[in-house]
């Protein structure tokens, strides 16, 4: 069953702490990103990955960090230096440069308390 | 700067008729338009998507219409039903070679509700 797997679904920190969201795809997609979600903003490119050992920033990386250690993996965290953290974070992946579909997984509500 | 303009934000309409949304968009070297469709709590799925070189695109109850001089695209949900509502989000990349097509730009959604 090919997807994109992200967990957990539900994440409640306290102020001050990082968290780490997990992005799994089985897809053998080579791009992928992470993108956050407020109501009524749409979604907004936080970072992206092309390849493996690779990855760049989107429109609204500051407090934010990724590693792409693994092909399959693309895990995002939440560092104490993003101000306004709660929201609705989702991961996409792509097949490659020549195709456009971008697929969506399920999401994490990371809320802060 | 926002790249993709999507209107309406909420749009209400009876079991049977069509849904009409607009978007509207700014960087003309965007050559790929998709819509999304996100039901609460879940990730968007792409729903139908349309390149330049065609004025329009059908896929069942779903059509993308495509202005390419006025830079604006719609999606059209005829005989609409109370499933179809959800959020629906356009959306414009460019595509091309060294992975310039890397980044979609979203407009900001619409909350479609369909009464039935």
């Known amino acids: 069953d090919g997807g994109i797997t992200q967990s957990p679904k539900y994440l409640f920190r306290k102020e001050g702490q990082n968290v780490t969201l997990s992005c799994e795809q089985n897809?053998?997609?080579?791009?992928m990103y992470w993108y956050r979600q407020d109501p009524g903003q749409g979604l907004r490119l936080i970072y992206y990955?092309?390849?493996?050992?690779?990855?760049q920033k989107g429109d609204i990386a500051e407090g934010y960090s990724v590693s792409r250690e693994k092909k399959e993996s693309f895990p995002l965290t939440v560092t104490s230096a993003q101000k306004n953290p709660t929201a609705f974070y989702l991961c996409?992946?792509?097949?490659?440069?020549?195709?456009?579909?971008?697929?969506f997984g399920p999401g994490t509500r990371l809320t802060v308390l | 700067q926002q790249q993709v303009k999507q209107s309406p934000q909420s749009l209400i309409v009876q079991k049977g008729g069509i849904s009409i949304i607009n978007c509207a968009y700014e960087n003309t070297a965007f050559d790929y338009f998709p819509w999304y469709q996100q039901f609460p709590g879940k990730g968007p799925a792409l729903l139908i998507a349309?390149?330049?070189?065609?004025s329009e695109k059908k896929e069942g109850r779903f059509t993308i219409s495509f202005n390419k001089s006025a830079k604006q695209f719609s999606l059209h949900i005829m005989d609409s039903q109370p499933g179809d509502s959800a959020t629906y989000f356009c959306a414009a990349s460019k595509s091309g070679s060294g992975g310039s097509n890397y980044k979609l730009t979203f407009g900001k959604g619409t909350l479609l509700t369909v009464n039935p």
């Open positions: 996409a992946s792509k097949s490659g440069h020549y195709t456009d579909t971008q697929y």
């Open positions: 349309i390149r330049p070189d065609v």
């Open positions: 990955s092309q390849i493996v050992n690779d990855f």
């Open positions: 897809l053998n997609h080579d791009a």
